[in-house]
């Protein structure tokens, strides 16, 4: 049975110096804590054995945020709740939350939240259903 479902996300931003201000504080909240740095992309890769997955981002000054959303795992209320504080310290846009979003699921909790350049992320929190 497969366990990984996915390898990489690749984000556009519009400025790279302010993007990685705001991720520098971010991505390592969210557990992606190994950081490399080269000329077209910024990357930071999740802990792990052999090839771990990883977000990078590269500037593109035509960058034009739409309705796609990012959304990261938590283990906890209080993961998705830390993780809030570290976006709002950084100077990320909350959109919404930390919340339970009971439209979704009854146990859906969540914050919504967009990076200085206006890509829409959200950690969320809910039980795996059985």
């Not at 504080?85 to 859906?108: F, H, N």
Request: a negative charge; aromatic letters at 14%; charged letters at 35%.
């Amino acid at each position: 049975m497969k366990t990984r479902f996915f390898d990489h996300i690749d984000l556009r931003v519009k400025d790279r110096k302010r993007a990685e201000s705001f991720y520098l504080h971010v991505l390592p909240a969210l557990g992606f804590t190994n950081r490399r740095s080269e000329q077209e992309w910024e990357t930071y890769y999740a802990e792990g054995e052999g090839k771990p997955p990883f977000l990078s981002f590269e500037e593109d000054p035509n960058h034009q945020p739409n309705g796609t959303r990012i959304s990261f795992w938590a283990d906890t209320h209080e993961e998705v709740d830390r993780v809030a504080e570290v976006v709002r310290q950084a100077g990320g846009k909350v959109l919404e939350g930390p919340e339970l979003c009971r439209d979704y699921t009854p146990d859906y909790y969540a914050f919504f939240f967009e990076d200085p350049d206006g890509n829409k992320l959200e950690i969320c929190c809910r039980t795996i259903p059985k």
